[in-house]
């Protein structure tokens, strides 16, 4: 993994106000060292936003701004405020095939990557840095090369956690 450029991303930080009762999307796009088309990185949809800490309940038509961090080096985000919560759940698609295929960083996609894309990809989420990550029961597409997942609140996600401890111990 270690291996492998970052990825060259239209945004690595974007904010947007989130009101509840309308939908509101951010997309992040990154661009393809392989061809020089722009691909989808994250799409990050909410509704319903209905909680937010320290603040409290929001009523129809009141807003939060909602900032999205992305760390490349674990094909993670972080979404703000931490802790918000919505009634119907906001939707995250994040892909992961800007590697090529190549996910853990050797130059070449092979088997072992195939291998990697079936066990060790999973979609993780930590409510704060000082706190375990838990893996989610995303949908993964293995055609689209992606995660999507009904996030029922905001925290730090992540695709590459068990990837990352496979390295380490590599």
Known sequence: MALTPPLSLDQYFVSFWAVRGESRSVQINYSSSIDSETHPFLLLTTTDPQFVPGVGELAMGDSVLVTVTVDTSKLGVSLEPHG????????????????????????????????????????????DASQPWTHLSANQSLDEKSFTYALPHFSEYEIAEALLEWSVGF
Not at 95 to 102: I, L, Q, R, T, V
Not at 108 to 114: F, Q
Not at 118 to 127: D, E, H, I, K, M
């Open 84 to 127: 918000m919560q919505f009634g119907a759940p906001a939707q995250m698609k994040i892909w992961y095939d800007g590697a090529g295929g190549d996910l853990n960083g050797d130059g070449v996609a092979d088997s072992t990557d195939a291998k990697i894309e079936a066990q060790l990809l999973g979609l993780w989420y930590r409510p």
